[in-house]
């Protein structure tokens, strides 16, 4: 019982030394760029497929972890994103690069627009408002089969790799897919603290006292949903170039149950479990697939189950809690932090970083 009581409990961010922190993020994005250069084509698709679910794992654990929204319809704005890099690239040539601003704009409109009137709602009336558009899009993408090809899908044949750079088209995709995921963690990341982020954790846990204290909520969550979607979106045109195919039966429910699954096993509101999250999401199903078939359809809400009584917090908890002792102990600056106790009871370890 005491090892089940431990896991349950919310970890504080390691406080690491400002050299340690740096040396591990350099470690870290150089393994990520030699990765590709020494790996197979399969493995390189893994990756990427990695990187796109934490392009939009970022927007909805924001959404989702900090704000408090549960969205279960970011697989339309990951639709929306991959269609439209498939019509766009094969249809009217326009150049993949400028799929990406192109689609973050288009999807942060409609998700904006969207989130007006869905954002009125609470709970479990938003879960379901977005589970309905998340019901509708396999039918919504058949249904305007000549714009996108129906049952039948598009074939993608774009971004491939410039010939001065020496790369493989997978290579090169997947260098794609880090930077866009570098600068959503960046942008991501700096909004989850300070300011902004105790705002939004203020509009999770005490609405009414948020509004009071000044925040815009409306204002403020219906930005956050965009940005989410943008994200989403954004998410989409990567997958399109590393699928090279989009059909309607890839952004069912199920894609919007592993959104979901992705940011709860990784850590709600902890912008780096998204990482493990991603993980998780592109490797098990098929190491449970090589086992059973039928087991990977079950691994999402087993999973589910098992994380919501056993590991509330994700994987990050586990992370944390192991390496805290020691990397409490090795020596050197450390960034000023300050202890934020968070309007629920069972949070009185987290800290954040002003």
């Known amino acids: 019982m005491r090892i089940l009581d431990a896991l349950r409990r919310p970890r504080a961010e390691l406080d690491a030394p400002v050299w340690l922190s740096r040396a591990a993020v350099v470690l870290v994005i150089v393994l990520a760029a030699v990765a590709p250069l020494v790996s197979a084509p399969y493995v390189n698709f893994d990756r990427s497929m990695v990187l796109v679910y934490v392009v939009v794992g970022l927007g909805l654990n924001l959404l989702t972890g900090n704000t408090g929204q549960i969205s279960l319809g970011h697989g339309f704005f990951f639709a929306v994103g991959a269609y439209l890099s498939a019509v766009l690239i094969e249809n009217h040539g326009v150049p993949y690069l400028l799929l ?73 995709v997947y260098y794609l897919c880090l930077v866009v995921a570098l600068v959503a963690y960046v942008v991501v990341r700096r909004l989850s603290i300070g300011r902004v982020g105790r705002s939004l954790i203020g509009i999770r846990d005490y609405e009414a006292v948020a509004t009071t204290l000044g925040v815009p909520a409306t204002r403020t969550k219906t930005t956050v949903f965009a940005l989410s979607a943008a994200l989403a979106g954004v998410g989409g045109v990567l997958y399109s170039f590393v699928v090279q195919y989009v059909g309607p039966e890839a952004f069912g429910l199920p894609l919007a149950i592993a959104f979901i699954t992705m940011i709860v096993v990784g850590g709600l509101a902890t912008v780096p479990g998204v990482v493990f999250g991603a993980f998780f999401v592109v490797y098990v199903p098929q190491w449970t697939a090589d086992i059973n078939q039928s087991a990977a359809g079950i691994t999402y809400g087993a999973t589910l189950i098992l994380f919501i009584f056993v590991l509330p917090y994700g994987l990050i908890s586990v992370f944390r809690w192991v390496l805290g002792p020691l990397v409490a102990r090795i020596p050197g600056r450390r960034r000023d932090v300050r202890s934020v106790v968070s309007s629920r009871p069972d949070s009185r370890d987290l800290v954040t970083t002003p």
């Open 100 to 172: 990406i601003p192109l689609v973050f704009a288009v999807c942060y409109v409609i998700g904006y627009l969207f989130g007006l009137p869905a954002l009125r709602l609470h709970g479990l009336q938003l879960a379901l408002a977005t589970l309905g558009l998340a019901l509708v899009t396999p039918a919504v993408i058949k249904r305007f089969s000549g714009v996108t090809g129906g049952h039948a899908g598009i074939n993608i044949f774009g971004a491939e790799a410039p010939e001065f750079t020496g790369l493989a088209r997978d290579q090169w």
